[in-house]
């Protein structure tokens, strides 16, 4: 009887300056266990709408919010002038204490397998808009097997060019999840082509296909942050968009 593997990968987190649509982290899983060769694997990748997040601190900024409670997007700012009930304050001229303050609200929401996710804050952060995924099972299904059998009608592409299958799976309107499985002996191919890019211009060409595919579970834990800064520089005011994101998973 095989037993059970967990395997945990930690992407990078990084900040990205200036104008961002979406984003995406992507992690490798094993396709099967024990694995068959080095190349045996396939990818998830968890799609951040920037854009939107983007969107709701451009709001927070203006003269009266419309952000209503939305599951795995949380606002912080650093004054809420009219009384909002979904925000939090967050005193960013105490950089430490703001640092501490939601580090440890990433790490309760990922479970704690994302830790000191905001490496520091200025005195300048007027907000923090936090994006997060919780212990999502993907796919969706019934049975603790490894290997699960997605069944159904998915946005799917099927990619004859580089060799690839990729559907998506919706969580809200700021994260989706797209599961690319590479076809035999083009795994390595594949692997090289699965960039931001790439993944940006496939999803253009997803349409609604019915499925049925063997593919790994993973469990995602994952959070993608936009903060705003504010200058005022010659009696102008200014602000700056920062972007941060982390991403961790098991495959049991």
């Known amino acids: 009887m095989m037993k059970a593997l967990l395997f945990l990968c930690l992407g990078a987190s990084f900040v990205h300056l200036g104008v961002l649509q979406n984003l995406y982290l992507t992690v490798k899983a094993p396709r099967h266990l024990p694995q068959q060769n080095p190349l045996d694997f396939v990818f998830f990748s968890l799609e951040f709408n920037i854009a939107s997040l983007n969107a709701i601190a451009d709001d927070e900024d ?8 939305t599951d795995g997007v949380d606002v912080f700012l650093n004054s809420a002038t009219n009384e909002e009930e979904n925000v939090a304050t967050v005193a960013f001229n105490n950089p430490a204490e703001a640092r501490t303050k939601l580090n440890n609200f990433v790490t ?58 990729m559907i ?27 960039t931001d890019a790439n ?7 997803l349409s ?45």
């Open 62 to 69: 203006g003269p009266g919010s419309s952000f209503q409670p």
């Open 208 to 252: 609604r296909q019915m499925v049925n595919l063997e593919v790994p579970r993973a469990t995602l834990y994952a959070c993608a942050a936009v903060t705003t800064e504010l200058y005022s520089i010659n009696g102008f005011d200014y602000n700056t968009n920062k972007v941060a994101a982390r991403i961790s998973a098991t495959f049991p």
């Open 168 to 194: 998506e799976i919706p969580k809200n309107q700021y994260v989706n999840a797209l599961i690319i499985i590479p076809d035999n002996g083009k795994e390595e191919k594949v692997g090289k082509a699965v």
């Open 199 to 205: 993944l940006a211009q496939w999803r253009k060409s």
């Open 108 to 165: 309760e929401k990922t479970s704690g397998k994302i830790n000191n996710f905001f490496s520091g804050f200025k005195t300048t952060t007027d907000s923090v808009i936090v994006s997060y995924v919780d212990a999502w099972k993907l796919p969706v299904s019934e049975g603790k097997k490894y290997i699960v059998q997605l069944k159904g009608t998915y946005n799917a592409l099927i990619n004859t060019e580089v060799g690839f299958t």
